[in-house]
């Protein structure tokens, strides 16, 4: 396995999705859950987790949802495709999403 650049650190994780389920799941299970890149694969996700935020990672999940249906007027259209990972974090360490505020 290679090394992750420090360039493709800042392109896997895109935002993190703020949500009634992912508030839930924090509280309870110790995750946090990401928007990432389509093709950022589990290794990766948990490499940049690591560096960006230096927590230790425990777990990563990772879920893909498929965009709606959509109409705009006569037309349709459909949203974009989101990647969503759940990364869990070991107990007594957290994960602080307001950096730059």
Known sequence: MSTITQERIYQVL???HISEKSTFV????????FRVA???TKPEIKAAVEALFKVDVESVQVVNVKGKQKRFGRFTGRRSDVRKAYVGI?????LDLTMGA
């Open 14 to 16: 895109l935002a993190p």
């Open 90 to 94: 070991k107990a007594g360490q957290d």
């Open 38 to 40: 389509s093709d950022a």
């Open 26 to 33: 924090a509280e309870r299970n110790n995750q946090v859950v």
